[in-house]
């Protein structure tokens, strides 16, 4: 009995002294500091340098160069006269327009990057949506514990009042204070599953830390917020990952581009001073690679078939996003007909308020001693049962909101 007295204060005391997080303030918390977004976001630099590398034209080169040195010989040896020097010039030339092709594809690269970086932020405000109200679906069932065993105490007390009174056999406080110990023990293990599914709200939100805080209560939410639309033509247009597979594919098809320019070979001219045999002199050429044999073909066989890969998995990304929103929009609408139709919904109607009513009734009647104790345990059962279910229940409606939110492509 002590154990359970104190118990309910030190539960009771941790509850009070905890600060509020709301489910707003745990998303932009996440989005703000997740280590993967910081790294997404280093990814998008390193995209964008390539993308200033890639417009860079090619150095020219300079030469210094001296022919027909001796050190012996008929006549002497004249480093004025005997010996050709040349100084010149070489610069290359692309052709087939690479450079254009190649800022072409270091662009796709970073739109690409982004994308990727968007449709990570996406994936976790999905799952820090799902842990959170999982979270804060076992806090509610905790305190819902803490307070059907602080309402129990009063029969636990009813009894003991009795029994000292001499009006009631000490076998029925016995059982009715093993009750009181099973309720005790369900506390024990609610505690301990909101403990951990608050360890993987942080872990979630990409923290190192994991504090102890006070979630929105599931109960604030029996109102029911609108569903979201489900539109499975408005999610292919709003989910960041079609749009990665669509940039996917526009990166494949840059790539062709350029392994086709790459094709055509470059240019390369020079032109400077050369002394030979004591003349002053200008040298002059322009050099390029015949494609006889390496016209780049393999290359640009793979790039085509790169192209062919990305269709398909835009096209599969595409199919997969309109049997996400079908899902989620099914089971949204089950759910919500679950807690209205069987459990009441707001009004406190249906299974759950019939077992209170039941419960209620059965303990007035259990003091006029017109029914047994087993009556009135498992009157008190039932309701604490419909109790746990229904806000489960809701914990699981909000998380099929956010499912059919992420799987629409509209913001958490």
Request: charge should be neutral; proline fraction near 4%.
């Amino acid at each position: 009995m002590k154990f359970l007295v104190t118990l309910l204060l030190g539960a009771a005391a941790t509850i009070y002294a905890q600060p509020n997080l709301s489910f707003k303030d745990a998303l932009d918390l996440a989005l703000r500091t997740h280590p993967a977004l910081n790294a997404g976001t280093a990814r998008t630099a390193v995209a964008s340098g390539n993308l200033q590398q890639a417009g860079l034209r090619p150095n020219p080169r300079l030469f210094l160069q001296v022919e027909n040195l001796r050190a012996t010989g008929t006549p002497s040896f004249d480093f004025g006269r005997d010996p050709d020097m040349f100084a010149y010039l070489s610069n290359q030339f692309e052709m087939g327009g690479k450079r254009d092709r190649r800022v072409d594809l270091a662009t796709a690269v970073l739109k690409r990057s982004e994308f990727e970086r968007a449709v990570l932020a996406r994936h976790i405000a999905a799952r820090v949506a799902q842990a959170y109200w999982s979270a804060a679906g076992a806090q509610t069932v905790h305190e819902l514990l803490l307070d059907n065993t602080s309402n129990f105490q009063r029969i636990i007390t009813y009894h003991e009042v009795r029994v000292r009174e001499g009006a009631m056999a000490e076998a029925d406080l016995l059982k009715v204070r093993l009750e009181g110990e099973r309720l005790a023990l369900a506390v024990n293990s609610a505690a301990l599953d909101a403990e951990r599914t608050r360890i993987q709200l942080f872990r979630e939100m990409g923290q190192v830390e994991f504090p102890v805080a006070k979630l929105e209560p599931i109960s604030e939410q029996i109102a029911m917020p609108p569903m979201a639309v489900a539109d499975p033509a408005g999610a292919v247009e709003n989910r960041p990952e079609v749009r990665l597979a669509r940039q996917v594919l526009e990166q494949a098809r840059a790539a062709t581009q350029l392994q086709r320019a790459n094709a055509t070979p470059d240019l390369e001219g020079l032109f400077g001073y050369k002394r030979t045999a004591g003349f002053n002199t200008v040298i002059g050429g322009l050099q390029w690679n015949l494609p006889v044999r390496n016209r780049n073909q393999g290359a640009i066989a793979a790039a085509d078939a790169e192209v062919r890969v990305a269709e398909s998995d835009a096209a599969a990304t595409e199919a997969l996003v309109r049997a996400e929103v079908q899902a989620a929009s099914t089971e949204v609408r089950l759910r919500r007909e679950q807690i209205m139709r069987i459990f009441g919904g707001p009004d406190g109607q249906g299974l759950r308020g019939q077992a209170a009513e039941s419960a209620r009734i059965a303990e007035a009647a259990y003091r006029e001693g017109g029914t047994d104790l087993l009556r009135l345990l498992d009157a008190q059962r039932v309701k604490i049962e419909l109790q746990l279910l229904y806000f489960k229940t809701l914990a699981e409606y909000r998380q099929s909101i956010a499912a059919l939110n992420a799987a629409a492509g509209v913001n958490p």
